[in-house]
């Protein structure tokens, strides 16, 4: 029973996280992104660049605590 307490609301986190990510990929929303960028200077090698948005991660970690909170008052735990 305490294993699907930590297992669902690991897989709900991680399920809405790549949704939304690639979502935002999809449909081009800048905001659902998670985008690099390759720069390549002259004399140093070469510089990788990557950002985006954690807004993705915050609600994925929201969701998790939701569906924790679910199960528990439902009485898997």
Do not use: C, H, Q
Request: glycine share 10%.
């Amino acid at each position: 029973m305490k294993l699907k307490l930590l297992f669902i609301p690991l897989a709900v986190t991680l399920i809405t996280i790549v949704g939304l990510y690639t979502i935002g990929n999809l449909f081009e929303i800048s905001f659902l992104r998670w985008d690099y960028e390759l720069v390549i200077p002259d004399r140093d090698g070469f510089i990788i660049e990557y950002g985006g948005s954690i807004i993705p991660i915050i609600i994925g970690i929201v969701a998790g605590f939701v569906s924790e909170r679910v199960l528990r008052r439902r009485g898997v735990a």
